[in-house]
């Protein structure tokens, strides 16, 4: 029996000049459209300059409770209600802005419904009024 000499293999060396392209092309693509996405701006109105809290306006006021119960105007409404009765008033006050009073523990569920139902009604703006701890 005749031994044959082992034949040393050598791996082929990994081209990563590929992967790094795809990267690269990625990352142009992240940095060209991340100015282009629409976000949900958030302004904070300065807190020390006010000495009295706002006011509620009459006729635009919703609440959420800590249960994810909803109210507009002091009475108690399901979601698909407030966004008919926010449709109703976006017809009488135009320039108005709805005014929500979102409890700390209710759920951020709620607060997103509330939001889409205001932007299907036409409004462009919604105040988010936060009491003090």
Known sequence: ??????????EAPINLTPL?????VILIMFIVVAPLLEMDRIELASG???????????????????????SFNKQ???????????VQAHVQYP???PQL????????????SVK???????FTELD???KPQ
């Open 101 to 112: 009073f979102h409890d700390r523990t209710a759920r951020f569920g709620t607060y997103q």
């Open 48 to 70: 020390p300059s006010q000495k009295q809290p706002p006011q509620a306006e009459q006729n635009l006021v919703i609440h959420v409770f800590p249960d994810d119960t909803i």
């Open 20 to 24: 790094i392209d795809v990267v690269f």
């Open 128 to 130: 988010v009024l936060l």
């Open 95 to 97: 320039t108005k802005h």
């Open 116 to 122: 889409n139902a205001v932007e299907s009604a036409g």
């Open 1 to 10: 029996m005749r031994k044959r000499p082992r034949e040393t293999m050598e």
């Open 76 to 86: 108690p409404v399901s979601l698909a209600q407030l966004e008919k009765l926010l």
